[in-house]
């Protein structure tokens, strides 16, 4: 039998029973829009939230601790060699590295002076980890700088006025009215240290220029007072405070204390490193590798798949719930066909008696079955969108009804992927067909005589 | 055509504890040739219908064998039945056996649908069947809405649509009028002599007899007399 006729034959058989197929249908495609809409809120969830990950952080990116070495004598730091060794592997964009001052350098202009953080970077592996400036260019000579986005934000006018604990806010920042309101770039700025060196504290100014200013940090709460520097500068600090790194020597440090922070001659350590993988796919190797070498990491895919495995199993736990709805539809099927069997059993008598085969009686009420389940599906798929985009209109109002706060962004709680309907599609259909089967069966096993006698 | 060899069949009744065999046909022999017609006659009860649907495997015998066109039906499963029956044989009852939501065209059609011939040929061979037995201004009609005579001519046409070699009747006439039985049986007649199809037909009427080449005699379940009809 050919298929168009099979689909004929069983539109025929469908349209003698309208209210019933339409009652059958009804029920499936709400248990369908049912569980669409249930698994839609975990997929909406997980959403918001891996989208917020993403966002916030460079997704490509392998923050590296420091080493894993056989012996514990060794320094676990990360050096020269490891950089080297991370930019020569495979699908490594770039290596950001940065040694920080170990001083509490001060930045002054003119009057004005503020805290930074200020280390010494590489300038070009910046510009290729992704590193953009807002406004200038990258340092060319030895005595240039760019600094932080929020750096004049930290900065302000010392005076025997005001006390310091009224100069800054709540967050630490320097209040808007005591700030310096000038653009810092191309002028020079002081970085000034204090040694403590033969018995009193000593203090000296390195004055850089700013070249460049760089882009506010991806994160709304982060403030970046960075100042970066070139090498040469830091040696020139390191002149003045005798210590690597300028690290700061206090009074009452001991001996060997302050011998271990002169100890000359040895590498560069590094304590901010970042390996920059060239896509996202790739992050999960590099992470893999660099752990096999003893490094230790972070990245974000690590939490990205320990949120993926939350929802992944969130997600089935309300397909699952979603799919009992559907399971009380598939009694309405079976109800439906095996009634629709009962009510041929003298046509298919006559079908049989003629010639026709089981296996096409079989077929006919599977694909009859098949088909409530799609069509059910197919409103019920339908219905789910409308209810998804009603919840995700109906949540802003509803939470600022509640709470009295309305959202800075949107939320859509639930989002139902392409997939997800497809997946009800053919849930649906598979369900409606197993309840199919045994009234398919029953069809087949009808007793000729016994139909044709019309006694059943 | 179709030959019968020591046929035996027996009815189960009774529930499980308490089965009782029925005999109703005991080692029946018979030959049927290409071309011929044949009645069975035979007391009611005498197991005419049930030889009938031996040959048309409706049921299977309790004993002996059964070949129709040099196949062994006998121990044939219900699908490879269902093949056969396709191919081979054509079907008439004593209540027409239409289905009653299919219009009169769809019913001849039928059998094409389910051997899966193309919508032009089954439009084709139906419209000529149609023209053939005098029904073409019905074949919108539903069953209900044709008389007796013209709901036998429907089933007739869709047991010819096929072109079966063989033609297996119960009382085919046994619920119409003189007059549409002898018109019925007229048509039999010609296509007997126009396509060589051999008939098998049970009846209880001199009138079936009388056309039929061959009259088989059952009497509870013996077959007790073979006799060519002499005054055909
Ligand atoms: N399914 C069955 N179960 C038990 N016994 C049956 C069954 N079918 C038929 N019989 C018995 O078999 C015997 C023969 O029946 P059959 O229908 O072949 O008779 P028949 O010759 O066709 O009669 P009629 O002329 O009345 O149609 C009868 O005694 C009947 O009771
Ligand atoms: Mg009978």
Same mark, same amino acid.
């Given at each position: 039998?050919?298929?168009?006729?099979?689909?004929?034959?069983?539109?025929?058989?469908?349209?003698?029973?309208?209210?019933?197929?339409f009652?059958?249908?009804?029920?499936?495609?709400?248990?369908?829009?049912?569980? #669409?809409?249930?698994? !839609?809120?975990?997929?909406g969830?997980?959403?918001?939230?891996?989208n917020d990950?993403?966002?916030?952080?460079?997704?490509t990116?392998?923050?590296?601790?420091?080493?894993?070495?056989?012996?514990?004598?060794?320094?676990?730091?990360?050096?020269?060699?490891?950089?080297?060794?991370?930019?020569?592997?495979?699908?490594v964009?770039?290596?950001? =590295?940065?040694?920080?001052?170990?001083?509490?350098?001060?930045?002054?202009?003119?009057?004005?002076?503020g805290?930074?953080?200020?280390?010494?970077?590489?300038?070009?592996?910046?510009?290729?980890?992704?590193?953009?400036?807002s406004?200038?260019?990258?340092?060319?000579?030895?005595?240039?700088?760019?600094?932080?986005? =929020?750096?004049?934000?930290?900065?302000?006018?010392?005076?025997?006025?005001?006390?310091?604990?009224?100069v800054?806010?709540?967050e630490?920042?320097?209040?808007?009215?005591?700030?310096?309101?000038?653009?810092?770039?191309?002028?020079?700025?002081?970085?000034?240290l204090?040694?403590?060196?033969?018995g009193?504290?000593?203090?000296?100014?390195?004055?850089?220029?700013?070249?460049?200013?760089?882009?506010?940090?991806?994160?709304?709460?982060?403030?970046?007072?960075?100042?970066?520097i070139?090498?040469?500068?830091?040696?020139?600090?390191?002149?003045?405070?005798?210590?690597?790194?300028?690290?700061?020597?206090?009074?009452?440090?001991?001996?060997?204390?302050?011998?271990?922070?002169?100890?000359?001659?040895?590498?560069?350590?590094?304590?901010?490193?970042?390996?920059?993988?060239?896509?996202?796919?790739?992050v999960?190797?590099?992470?893999?590798?660099?752990?096999?070498?003893?490094?230790?990491?972070?990245?974000?895919? +690590?939490e990205l798949?320990?949120?993926?495995?939350?929802f992944?199993?969130?997600?089935?736990?309300?397909?699952?719930?979603?799919?009992?709805?559907?399971?009380i539809?598939?009694?309405?099927?079976?109800?439906?066909?095996?009634?629709?069997?009962?009510?041929?059993?003298?046509?298919?008598? #006559?079908?049989?008696?003629?010639?026709?085969?089981?296996?096409?009686?079989?077929?006919?009420?599977?694909? +009859?079955?098949g088909?409530?389940?799609?069509?059910?599906?197919?409103?019920?798929?339908?219905?789910?969108?409308?209810?998804?985009?009603?919840?995700?209109?109906?949540?802003?109002?509803? #939470?600022?009804?509640?709470f009295?706060?309305?959202?800075?962004?949107? #939320?859509?709680? !639930?989002?139902?992927?392409?997939?997800?309907?497809?997946?009800?599609?053919?849930?649906?259909?598979?369900?409606?067909?197993?309840?199919?089967?045994?009234?398919?069966?029953?069809?087949?096993?009808?007793?000729?005589?016994?139909?044709?006698?019309?006694?059943? | 055509?179709?030959?019968?060899?020591?046929?035996?069949?027996?009815?189960?009744?009774?529930?499980?504890?308490?089965?009782?065999?029925?005999?109703?046909?005991?080692?029946i022999?018979?030959?049927?040739?290409e071309?011929?017609?044949?009645?069975? *006659?035979?007391?009611?009860?005498?197991?005419?219908?049930?030889?009938?649907?031996?040959m048309?495997?409706y049921?299977?015998?309790?004993?002996?064998?059964l070949?129709?066109?040099?196949?062994?039906?006998?121990?044939?499963?219900?699908? %490879?039945?269902?093949?056969?029956?396709? @191919?081979?044989?054509?079907?008439?009852? /004593?209540?027409? /056996?239409?289905?009653?939501?299919?219009?009169?065209?769809?019913?001849? @059609?039928?059998?094409?649908?389910?051997?899966?011939?193309?919508e032009?040929?089954?439009?084709r061979?139906?419209?000529k069947?149609?023209?053939? *037995?005098?029904l073409?201004?019905?074949?919108?009609?539903? $069953?209900? @809405?044709?008389?007796?005579?013209?709901?036998?001519?429907?089933?007739?046409?869709?047991?010819?649509?096929?072109? $079966?070699?063989?033609?297996?009747?119960?009382?085919?006439?046994?619920?119409?009028?003189?007059?549409?039985?002898?018109?019925?049986?007229?048509?039999i007649?010609?296509?007997?002599?126009?396509?060589?199809?051999?008939?098998?037909?049970?009846?209880?009427?001199? @009138?079936?007899? /009388?056309?039929?080449?061959?009259?088989?005699?059952?009497?509870?379940?013996?077959?007790?007399?073979?006799?060519?009809?002499?005054? %055909?």
């Open positions: 039998m050919r298929w168009k006729d099979r689909l004929n034959f069983i539109r025929q058989n469908m349209k003698k029973n309208r209210s019933r197929v009652m059958t249908v009804l029920a499936t495609s709400i248990g369908c829009a049912f569980l #669409i809409v249930l698994a !839609s809120v975990g997929f969830a997980q959403r918001y939230i891996v990950l993403m966002q916030d952080r460079a997704i990116e392998v923050t590296i601790y420091g080493k894993q070495t056989s012996e514990d004598s060794e320094s676990p730091e990360i050096t020269k060699e490891d950089i080297e060794t991370f930019k020569g592997m495979e699908n964009k770039a290596v950001s =590295h940065k040694m920080r001052v170990q001083n509490e350098p001060v930045v002054t202009n003119g009057e004005y002076s805290s930074s953080t200020v280390s010494v970077v590489d300038f070009e592996s910046e510009e290729k980890a992704g590193l953009n400036l406004s200038g260019r990258m340092p060319e000579a030895e005595n240039e700088v760019i600094i932080g986005h =929020h750096l004049a934000q930290f900065m302000y006018k010392e005076s025997d006025e005001t006390a310091e604990a009224e800054f806010n709540e630490g920042l320097v209040k808007e009215e005591y700030q310096m309101d000038e653009d810092l770039i191309d002028k020079t700025v002081n970085i000034e204090e040694q403590y060196k033969n009193e504290w000593e203090r000296a100014s390195f004055p850089v220029k700013v070249v460049g200013v760089m882009e506010e940090p991806a994160r709304d709460w982060q403030k970046s007072n960075d100042v970066y070139s090498e040469k500068v830091l040696e020139d600090i390191e002149a003045f405070t005798g210590t690597k790194y300028g690290a700061v020597i206090h009074p009452d440090m001991k001996e060997n204390e302050v011998e271990s922070l002169q100890r000359n001659g040895e590498e560069r350590i590094y304590n901010d490193v970042q390996v920059i993988a060239g896509d996202m796919e790739k999960e190797s590099i992470s893999q590798h660099l752990k096999d070498e003893g490094y230790h990491i972070y990245s974000v895919t +690590e798949d320990q949120v993926n495995i939350v992944a199993v969130v997600k089935i736990g309300l397909i699952i719930v979603g799919t009992i709805a559907l399971l539809a598939s009694i309405g099927i079976y109800n439906t066909m095996s009634m629709a069997v009962t009510e041929r059993t003298q046509d298919i008598g #006559i079908m049989k008696a003629i010639g026709g085969h089981p296996r096409m009686i079989r077929s006919i009420f599977l694909m +009859e079955s088909y409530i389940g799609l069509m059910g599906a197919l409103v019920g798929v339908a219905v789910a969108y409308i209810i998804s985009a009603g919840i995700n209109m109906l949540l802003p109002i509803v #939470i600022q009804q509640v009295d706060q309305s959202l800075d962004k949107v #939320i859509q709680l !639930s989002y139902i992927p392409p997939y997800l309907a497809l997946i009800c599609v053919a849930l649906s259909i598979g369900v409606a067909m197993l309840s199919g089967l045994k009234p398919a069966k029953k069809a087949t096993k009808i007793d000729v005589l016994s139909a044709l006698r019309r006694d059943v | 055509m179709i030959k019968v060899e020591s046929l035996s069949h027996a009815f189960y009744v009774g529930k499980k504890n308490n089965r009782q065999e029925v005999p109703v046909l005991r080692d022999n018979l030959q049927i040739q071309g011929e017609i044949v009645s069975i *006659v035979g007391r009611s009860g005498s197991g005419k219908s049930t030889l009938l649907n031996l048309s495997g049921i299977k015998p309790t004993q002996g064998d070949y129709i066109n040099e196949e062994r039906v006998t121990e044939f499963k219900e699908s %490879k039945w269902a093949d056969f029956r396709s @191919e081979h044989l054509g079907f008439i009852f /004593q209540s027409f /056996q239409l289905i009653p939501s299919m219009t009169a065209y769809q019913n001849i @059609e039928l059998p094409l649908v389910m051997k899966g011939i193309s032009y040929e089954r439009k061979r139906v419209d069947l149609l023209e053939r *037995v005098g073409s201004d019905f074949r919108e009609h539903y $069953p209900s @809405e044709l008389s007796g005579g013209q709901q036998q001519r429907v089933s007739v046409a869709r047991a010819l649509i096929v072109n $079966p070699p063989i033609i297996l009747a119960d009382e085919p006439t046994g619920s119409l009028d003189q007059e549409t039985e002898i018109e019925l049986l007229d048509f007649q010609k296509l007997n002599k126009e396509e060589k199809i051999t008939f098998v037909i049970i009846t209880h009427d001199e @009138e079936v007899a /009388q056309i039929a080449d061959r009259t088989i005699r059952l009497e509870d379940g013996r077959l007790v007399s073979d006799r060519e009809e002499a005054a %055909k």
